[in-house]
């Protein structure tokens, strides 16, 4: 009777388990970073597709352990998005040729074996996303400056979901959504703003204008900018109207979004060439007032950092004979990216030359600030009025004692209007009351333009953050694309660059010292703990029914 009972038991149980897996399937991360479950945002975004998604994994061939980590991360995430979705993995054949065909550039891994052989493998770190009848490719593996390759691919595992979501939020989108970039106050020109644009238009419809076009005799209306997702005010030389704040100040206060790359002082870079000096002066823009409303000053003054970049001095005696040698050019710091912020988060650092302090004000405003960018531990500002010299290589290194200063903040909240108590500046055509206070929304402050501007050589446009004379690339290019994605970002979608994967390495000497130890107990192990499980349970039943 007890052991009909127990089938019968078992039976009912079988029953409702396959009942409750054909209704549902129960998932459950136990993971304490939820590496294995998807944000809300990717849950909607999925839900929204009305067409499978077809992904193909360009990632395989015979693989290191670190990137079959990358791989098996991967079909997870896809396999997780496949219950929110109608996702498709497409398997096939190793593709290679239809990578270089798209122009994807493959990975070389250099291995060193335990018999001190190199072993060489060509990777293509991508996936390809389709959605009716759009392609997007996704980028596995992100190269970080500065990071070990293990830390590389954890960054890599960290973004996936990111990189999915945004391919497949760019498939979905059926209009180009706009930015703008402002002109009018002798800020760069389009070949100095080349990369900008083009690493912006991926994404958005790029316009560049300058608000009124009072010569023709036109008026300003104060909505010039509306329409905009975003708008970029570029290293401006000459001071805005006050039509010109206002229009930007109502744009904010109606929920618009504003990335500003302010240079805090006045210099002339042709002179420092001609001259080996020049002097440095603070820049009025006219917008110190507007900016301290909203939460920021950038002070007219300038960092200098002993992590710089170095210059080529001609260090000989014989002008006949130059010889140029790297130095140190502490106006050129390398900044710092906050691990805080989805913008930054394993980002690399940054380039900059001639770069302003940034302070945080009116911290009872409600506005929630975030350092996106800082110099070294070993920093020191020099103020206005002042002087740069070229002959100033080899500074006093105790003098630089500041650490940790901001040049870059970000801003979320509901701002306050700079023209509250003001009147409505002559020239402005508009029937709408002023806006004194506005929806919530975001703005990025930078303290110089130079973060955001490309070089040029020989007339040809570099990438934002190259920097010609040792060949480096640097992280400004990711940095400004994510500042724009974070300001326009309505889906929360690049709030997923902030998951984080805890990176548990191994010691690989020791773990190949005591290889057969490990292997040893990992195979006696789990039988002796059955073995003694059954006997306990054996000498309890013995006991119990000899009774």
Request: aromatic share 6%.
């Given at each position: ?12 149980y079988s ?6 897996l ?36 360009l ?10 980590r990358?791989?098996k991360?991967?079909?997870e ?9 109608d ?22 891994i ?6 001190g ?25 992100k ?5 070990s ?7 890599s ?16 989108e059926?209009?180009t ?31 560049r ?15 010039e900018?509306?329409g905009y ?15 010109e704040r206002f ?13 500003w790359a ?25 917008l ?16 200098q ?33 906050s691990?805080?912020?989805?913008i ?8 900059s030359?001639f770069?302003?302090?940034?302070d ?11 350092v996106?960018?800082?110099t ?13 010299d070229l ?16 040049v ?52 040809q ?12 690339q640097?992280?400004n ?20 660059r902030?998951?984080s994967?805890?990176?548990r390495l ?10 057969t130890?490990?292997q ?18 054996y000498?309890?039943?013995k ?5």
């Amino acid at each position: 009777m007890r052991y009909t009972r127990a089938i019968l038991i078992c039976t009912l149980y079988s029953l409702l388990c396959t009942l409750s897996l054909q209704a549902a399937t129960l998932r459950w991360d136990l993971t304490d970073d939820k590496r294995y479950s998807l944000s809300e945002a990717s849950k909607n975004l999925l839900k929204q597709t009305d067409a499978p998604i077809e992904v193909t994994v360009l990632l395989d061939g015979d693989l290191n352990a670190g990137f079959r980590r990358l791989k098996k991360a991967t079909e997870e995430t896809i396999e997780e998005m496949g219950v929110y979705g109608d996702v498709v993995k497409v398997k096939g054949e190793r593709l290679k040729v239809k990578g270089d065909s798209l122009g994807l550039r493959p990975i070389v891994i250099h291995e060193r074996e335990q018999n001190g052989k190199t072993a060489q493998t060509t990777v293509y770190p991508y996936a390809l996303m389709s959605y009716k009848g759009r392609r997007a490719v996704v980028t596995l593996l992100k190269n970080t400056r500065g990071l070990s390759g293990e830390e590389n691919l954890n960054a890599s595992i960290e973004q996936l979901e990111f990189a999915f979501m945004e391919a497949l939020h760019l498939l979905q989108e059926t209009e180009t959504p706009r930015v703008a970039i402002l002109e009018g106050h002798n800020e760069p020109d389009e070949a100095h703003t080349y990369d900008l644009m083009t690493a912006l238009s991926k994404y958005f419809q790029v316009d560049r204008g300058s608000i009124g076009v009072t010569d023709d005799g036109l008026q300003v209306t104060g909505h010039e900018l509306d329409g905009y997702k975003a708008v970029i005010i570029a290293s401006p030389q000459t001071a805005f109207s006050e039509a010109e704040r206002f229009v930007i100040d109502q744009y904010i206060m109606r929920g618009g979004a504003v990335l500003w790359a302010m240079d805090g002082v006045r210099f002339s870079e042709q002179v420092l060439q001609q001259e080996g000096f020049t002097p440095i002066v603070a820049l009025d823009l006219g917008l110190t007032e507007q900016l301290f409303r909203y939460g920021v000053r950038v002070n007219p003054a300038l960092v200098q950092d002993l992590q710089c970049l170095p210059i080529p001095v001609d260090v000989s005696t014989d002008p006949q004979q130059p010889n140029l040698q790297p130095m140190p050019w502490t106006y050129a710091p390398l900044l710092l990216t906050s691990q805080g912020s989805p913008i930054t988060r394993n980002m690399g650092q940054v380039m900059s030359t001639f770069v302003s302090p940034i302070d945080a004000v009116g911290g009872e405003d409600g506005i929630e600030k975030r350092v996106l960018l800082a110099t070294s531990t070993a920093s020191r500002v020099t103020a206005t009025p002042g002087e740069v010299d070229l002959n100033d290589l080899n500074p006093d290194v105790t003098t630089f004692k500041y650490q940790y200063v901001p040049v870059a903040v970000s801003m979320e909240g509901a701002f306050s209007s700079a023209f509250a108590h003001r009147m409505v500046p002559e020239g402005v055509e508009t029937d709408e009351p002023i806006r004194k206070s506005g929806v919530k929304t975001r703005q990025v402050v930078i303290g110089s333009g130079s973060v955001i501007v490309n070089e040029l050589q020989k007339g040809q446009p570099l990438p934002m953050g190259y920097d010609r004379y040792s060949g480096v690339q640097f992280s400004n290019r990711d940095f400004v694309v994510n500042a724009i994605l974070w300001l326009t970002d309505s889906e929360g979608l690049i709030s997923l660059r902030e998951k984080s994967v805890t990176l548990r390495l191994l010691n690989d000497h020791r773990a190949h010292e005591q290889r057969t130890k490990v292997q040893a107990i990992s195979t006696i192990s789990p039988v002796a703990i059955l073995a003694l499980i059954g006997g306990i349970v054996y000498i309890i039943r013995k006991r119990k029914y000899e009774k």
